[in-house]
């Protein structure tokens, strides 16, 4: 069965960097999309970015766009998160989900992974 997997999270201070990383396996091809949410505490689920199978297309939710980067890397056959100038909003659990569309609704996903929290100290 599709078990999704990220890493990569971490605590680091206001102005750093992390590189998330997302596998997804148990099936043939990528996902149609691959995509990125986070959720903080008390929080609803919000949409980070998503990657369509080949790359070509992406998506980034307003509060990341311009420091967050989505990308695939074929050579680990994962869909990466570059997170650029932390702030402490956000601090959240990092989610990696695969569905058959593009969508910002957590319910349009199918698959998800259990998460990886970064958090960023004010």
């Known amino acids: 069965q599709t078990q999704v997997t990220e890493s990569g999270g971490g605590l680091v201070q206001a102005g750093d960097s992390l590189r998330l990383s997302c596998t997804i396996s148990?099936?043939?091809?990528?996902?149609?999309?691959t995509a990125w949410f986070r959720q903080a505490p008390g929080k609803e689920r919000e949409f980070v970015a998503a990657?369509?199978?080949?790359?070509?297309?992406?998506y980034y939710g307003d509060a990341v766009r311009g420091r967050f980067t989505i990308s695939r890397d074929n050579a680990k056959s994962a869909v990466d998160l570059q997170m650029n100038s932390l702030i402490p909003e956000d601090t959240a659990v990092y989610l990696c989900?695969?569905?058959?569309?593009?969508?910002?609704?957590?319910?349009?996903?199918?698959?998800w992974g259990q998460g990886t929290q970064v958090t960023v100290p004010s």
């Open positions: 990657i369509s199978r080949s790359g070509a297309v992406i």
């Open positions: 989900a695969a569905g058959p569309q593009f969508s910002r609704a957590p319910n349009d996903f199918d698959y």
């Open positions: 148990g099936r043939t091809l990528p996902p149609t999309v």
